[in-house]
């Protein structure tokens, strides 16, 4: 996603077993492209963490919360949402202990300067809290296909559409369904 790391230095008690520490703050993060939507941050999201030590391994677990902007995918008008997202990551204090029973992809490896940038695992967490969709309301009634008409603001003067009608308009093999198969 490119934006500017979030790095915190881990002070020295951290790497005792079993010690933990709280931090607080906040990250700006921008917008975040998920397929066609585009999901506008403009206040800089908040995150509450914990970072424990496990005993070879830091757990970094926690959350972040913010309020993003989008455009609904049916009805085209601006709605904003508050994403909720659960952080979580894990970093090997000593490269050369491994856990065998991880993939590569489930842990990274502290650096030597004791820094770990938050920015990844923060837009991770949000990313997977996006809809795939974005709508206003899980309900939307989305654009009158005839006139354009924003039905979650009612009505419209159009005919309505049988489903019949509906069905043939959305299937691309409805053509085939008089096909004869006999000769």
Do not use: W
């Not at 070879?56 to 995918?73: D, H, P």
């Amino acid at each position: 996603m490119g934006r500017e790391p979030l790095h915190l230095l881990l002070p020295q008690e951290l790497f005792a077993t079993a010690e933990s520490i709280h931090f607080d703050g906040d990250y700006r993060i921008g917008a975040i492209n998920r397929g066609v939507d585009v999901y506008e941050f403009r206040e800089p999201v908040r995150y509450h963490i914990d970072i424990t030590n496990t005993g070879g391994a830091l757990l970094v677990a926690g959350e972040v919360e913010g309020e993003a902007a989008s455009i609904c995918g049916r009805c085209l008008e601006p709605f904003t949402m508050h994403v909720d997202a659960e952080v979580e990551g894990y970093y090997l204090i000593d490269a050369e202990v491994r856990d065998d029973e991880r993939e590569d992809d489930e842990f990274e490896i502290l650096p030597p300067d004791h820094k770990i940038d938050l920015a990844p695992l923060l837009d991770q967490a949000i990313l997977l809290e996006l809809p795939l969709v974005a709508l206003c309301k899980a309900d939307c009634l989305g654009l009158c296909p005839t006139c354009g008409k924003n039905l979650n603001e009612g009505a419209c003067a159009c005919a309505p559409v049988s489903d019949d009608a509906f069905q043939k308009a959305n299937n691309p093999f409805s053509a085939l369904k008089n096909l004869s198969f006999e000769e």
